[in-house]
């Protein structure tokens, strides 16, 4: 964007990484007929992994039902985690047009608060599996909470600017140490003989708490401001905080 002038320009990063996906994929060979097993697998007719497969498909609401309790009030908290990391994705880049900041600073400073988000994705693994899952969701949480009440005083400071910086490396810290929490806790919490369907319902709760996120900051930055909105996700982030605290240690006890 800097070289050309143009913001445009930025989108033929993703043209050039969807063709260097797409030739990575035609060339490399297919694992599936690579490995005898899997191979074998696949073409019968009655294989574990097709049995799953069309148990996933068919009973997406009956296990919806059957696990009602827990996605009730477990589910409830991993919503909320989903929806402060999609939130997080909006408002950061909404909140720096908002500031005025230019699309090059934008776009730096979001990578390198990415880069401090990717770094920590081994170290928030590490603590989930020494110290148990409790010990990265709720700090997730905490952080991800503080980060957004924090950044909603911050617009019209003088030096917004700095607090932007300060903010964004701090959420990618919050979010950076429960990476992995979600799929971690649907494994955890789904039947070992049979885990595909409720693996289906537990993803169904989590990316409805995502999708709703951006739509209920477009609601409450029309009726009301941005800011606002991102108090109000910040106040959610904290009442996700309380959920997990109550009912990870019942659902999914680890030492």
């Keep these: 964007m800097q070289l050309t002038g143009s913001v445009l320009a930025a989108f033929w990063i993703f043209v050039i990484c969807c063709v260097a996906a797409t030739i990575v994929l035609v060339t490399l060979p297919d694992?599936?007929?690579?490995?005898g097993a899997a191979r074998l697998a696949r073409l019968s007719p009655d294989s574990e992994g097709r049995r799953l497969a069309t148990e996933?498909?068919?009973g997406l609401l009956d296990t919806i039902r059957s696990n009602a309790g827990l996605l009730v009030r477990l589910g409830s908290g991993s919503a909320?985690?989903?929806?402060?990391?999609?939130?997080?994705q909006v408002v950061l880049p909404l909140w720096a047009v908002s500031i005025g900041l230019s699309e090059t600073h934008t776009a730096v400073i979001i990578g390198v608060a990415g880069a401090v988000d990717f770094a920590l994705f081994y170290t928030g693994g590490h603590i989930m599996d020494r110290f148990g899952r409790l010990w990265t969701a709720v700090p997730s949480?905490?952080?991800?909470?503080?980060?957004?009440?924090?950044l909603a005083f911050t617009h019209d400071v003088l030096t917004r600017e700095g607090w932007f910086i300060a903010i964004a490396l701090f959420l990618s810290l919050a979010n950076g140490i429960g990476a992995g929490i979600l799929m971690t806790l649907g494994a955890d919490l789904a039947p070992p003989g049979n885990p595909a369907?409720?693996?289906g319902a537990w993803r169904f709760t989590n990316d409805s708490g995502g999708a709703l996120a951006p739509?209920?900051?477009?609601?409450?930055?029309?009726?009301?401001?941005?800011p606002v909105a991102v108090a109000v996700l910040g106040?959610?982030?904290?009442?996700?905080?309380?959920v997990l605290l109550r009912y990870l240690p019942r659902y999914s006890p680890r030492p």
């Design 215 to 226: 739509l209920a900051i477009a609601a409450i930055t029309a009726a009301a401001s941005l």
């Design 80 to 88: 909320l985690i989903a929806a402060l990391r999609a939130s997080r």
């Design 235 to 242: 106040v959610l982030g904290f009442l996700g905080s309380g």
């Design 31 to 35: 694992p599936e007929a690579t490995f």
């Design 141 to 150: 949480m905490v952080g991800l909470g503080l980060g957004h009440l924090v």
């Design 197 to 199: 369907p409720f693996l």
């Design 56 to 58: 996933e498909s068919h």
